[in-house]
């Protein structure tokens, strides 16, 4: 095996590198280009034969990492949920593939990719004011990540440069919720809203948005007193489609007195509602609809709250934190992380411990509390030996 260089102009060098055809045994030349220094070039030669002698050469090829991000982003949309996809391909058409696209990919180096999340912090944004989140760079690293790693398999490259890169860090904001006085203001003015129902369900039972939108009467036991999480509705671009919930599998929800009690007379209302309309309530009906009776979608739900929350006088939150508010509340009263856990549906106990941390250490000086009282109460009976 053996390869040389050979400057073209200033600062621009060709590799020529000798290889045998395994085939037909007949050698054959390859040339790569190298831009800086006649040292840079000798080094780069000698990690080319290497690549070669240790089977782990791909030939260079013109793919250029936009043709890459492109045949990647259509290879994992069998593998995730069209929202997800629907993220992925804007992150990787609006952030990626401007900042990359160009560069071919056998020629991408970590120190190219380092600086373009350094640039992204600070003036990535597509209006010219300001820089990314760490959390979306985060998320282009990921994903370039993963193509990059695709690329290998694919066997269009030797190496996946990215992972010699480290993201962003990402300081986890404060959570905004309610606290329980803030939760009866906030039912009391929703009394005669058409928000109440689908509120009480996030902020009482800890239902994500696209779970409460997708729930019917054929999923409320009142007798029991229980709801079904089998369903969410998720909305992209292309429409609206029902999924099963985000961790996979469905759950039962223990439902509170107070809000079983408001579902029957609800579920009464809204009969007669649907009725004067010519329309039959019947067990496929959902709890939240339009005043023609057809179903919410998950954006009005999400609208409609920020139209609420713009006029009131309690802090602004989104309406993901009403479950937020169900979880801290359950926590807050000593409940165990594992029941929170499985009424909020997380697939691990772990993500509820995360998530709710700041409530936690509350938790452990109440649970020593208890013991030191225990043990204190067991030492005071204990029989004292006579001396």
């Not at 070669?52 to 045949?71: A, F, P, W």
């Not at 970590?110 to 640039?119: D, H, L």
């Not at 010519?278 to 920020?306: C, F, I, K, N, S």
């Not at 009424?343 to 936690?360: A, E, F, P």
Request: positive net charge.
């Amino acid at each position: 095996m053996k390869g040389h260089i050979r400057e073209r102009s200033p600062g621009n060098w060709a590799i020529i590198l000798d290889i045998r055809d395994p085939e037909t045994g007949k050698r054959k030349r390859k040339w790569h280009s190298f831009k800086g220094t006649k040292r840079g070039a000798q080094k780069e030669c000698a990690r080319l034969i290497t690549e070669i002698q240790n089977g782990g050469y791909v030939e260079s090829n013109k793919i250029l990492m936009s043709d890459l991000l492109l045949r990647w982003i259509d290879h994992a949309k069998s593998q995730v949920t069209p929202k997800t996809h629907e993220r992925y391909t804007e992150v990787v058409k609006k952030n990626l593939i401007p900042a990359l696209g160009g560069v071919h990919l056998t020629k991408l180096r970590p120190a190219q990719i380092s600086a373009v999340y350094t640039k992204a912090l600070t003036s990535g944004r597509r209006d010219g004011k300001g820089g990314l989140a760490p959390a979306t760079v985060v998320l282009m690293h990921r994903l370039l990540k993963k193509a990059l790693k695709q690329a290998v398999r694919w066997e269009l490259t030797a190496r996946n440069p990215a992972e010699a890169v480290d993201p962003p860090v990402v300081e986890r904001k404060g959570m905004n919720t309610y606290d329980l006085d803030q939760t009866i203001v906030l039912l009391d003015n929703l009394e005669k809203s058409r928000l109440l129902i689908p509120v009480m369900i996030a902020v009482l039972c800890g239902l994500r948005r696209g779970e409460i939108v997708a729930l019917r009467w054929r999923h409320i036991d009142l007798a029991n007193g229980s709801l079904t999480v089998s369903e969410s509705i998720e909305q992209t671009k292309e429409g609206v489609r029902t999924k099963v919930p985000k961790s996979g599998k469905g759950r039962v929800v223990t439902l509170p007195a107070m809000l079983t009690a408001r579902l029957r007379l609800f579920r009464v209302q809204q009969a007669e509602e649907l009725l004067a309309i010519g329309v039959r309530q019947t067990e496929a009906t959902h709890l939240y609809t339009r005043e023609d009776g057809e179903p919410v979608q998950p954006r009005t739900l999400t609208q409609a709250w920020r139209t609420l929350a713009a006029s009131s006088d309690l802090p602004k939150i989104r309406l993901h934190d009403l479950r937020h508010a169900h979880a801290t509340h359950m926590l807050a009263k000593g409940v165990h992380p594992k029941v929170a856990s499985e009424r909020l549906g997380h697939s691990r106990v772990g993500i509820t411990m995360d998530l709710y941390s700041h409530v936690l250490p509350g938790m452990q000086e109440e649970a020593v509390a208890r013991v030191d009282e225990a043990l204190s109460l067991a030492l005071e009976k204990r029989p004292r030996s006579v001396g």
